[in-house]
């Protein structure tokens, strides 16, 4: 078995700040699996080929209001994003109050895992042509699903955030361009699993790319409070730079 990089989820990723604003994407069923889909806005140029970002999001899923609204922003600047809700409706905040959330998470993880390929299959059929060109970005308990996306070559980039489930082997299979977006503070991904995913990484020849934000901790990049001037920051920071990534590779 390959070794631990990081773990499961931890109790903080059961708690959250709500941001504010008004989503404008929209819930579609897509390969068994509603879907939240948020498209460029008239006039937005998306260039000669559809650029297309899966959002493989945390354990609040793709239908919290925060992962909507990031989802919009990617939408914003040139991308059709797709978030599949392969928590089936359920999400951490309904598991806050459990005796033993992790019996939750661990519940959860195996059917995800399963309803992956048919949506993405159909993803594939709906999307897909010639020229599209596919992304993906793994919050938390998503990562493990872009790894393996960048593994098999279907991405021409991925990018995760404060991730959880990963091991020695997903960044030994890496083949496409990873960029990773951590906290200075993390229980599950923290400088020691940093630095020896890197050393994997140089040694692979990969191309990859850290941001690491000071004053912040798991989940930020999701769930980071907009009252807090780090937080927010490097909450806008993380978006920014996975935006400019995707628009690198994709392009």
């Known amino acids: 078995m390959s070794p631990t990089l990081a773990g499961p989820p931890g109790e903080c990723c059961f708690t959250s700040v709500k941001h504010s604003g008004t989503p404008v994407g929209r819930v579609e069923e897509l390969g068994g699996l509603n879907t939240y889909i948020s498209e460029p806005p008239a006039g937005v140029a998306a260039g000669t080929h559809k650029k297309v970002m899966l959002f ?4 609040h899923s793709p239908l919290f209001l925060n992962s909507q609204l990031l989802q919009d ?4 600047c040139g991308f059709i994003v797709l978030g599949p809700d392969y928590f089936f409706g359920d999400n951490a905040m309904n598991h806050s109050d459990d005796a033993d959330i992790f019996v939750w998470i661990e519940a959860a993880r195996q059917p995800a895992i399963n309803a992956f390929p048919k949506w993405l299959d159909a993803v594939k059929a709906t999307y897909g042509t010639e020229t599209t060109k596919y992304c993906a970005v793994g919050y938390c308990f998503g990562a493990p699903f872009v790894l393996d996306l960048a593994a098999d070559g279907f991405i021409v980039a991925g990018a995760i955030a404060h991730p959880v489930f990963l091991e020695e082997s997903h960044f030994e299979r890496l083949t496409r361009p990873l960029l990773l977006s951590c906290a200075e503070v993390d229980f599950s991904f923290g400088l020691e699993a940093r630095r020896r995913a890197e050393d994997i990484m140089v040694g692979k020849k990969s191309t990859y790319h850290f941001q690491v934000f000071s004053g912040v901790q798991h989940g930020f990049a ?9 937080e927010r920051w490097s909450r806008e920071e993380s978006a920014r730079g996975i935006k400019e990534w995707f628009s690198r590779f994709a392009a």
């Open 56 to 59: 493989l999001a945390d354990i």
């Open 73 to 76: 922003y990617f939408a914003s």
């Open 222 to 230: 999701i769930r980071g409070d907009p009252d807090k001037p780090q």
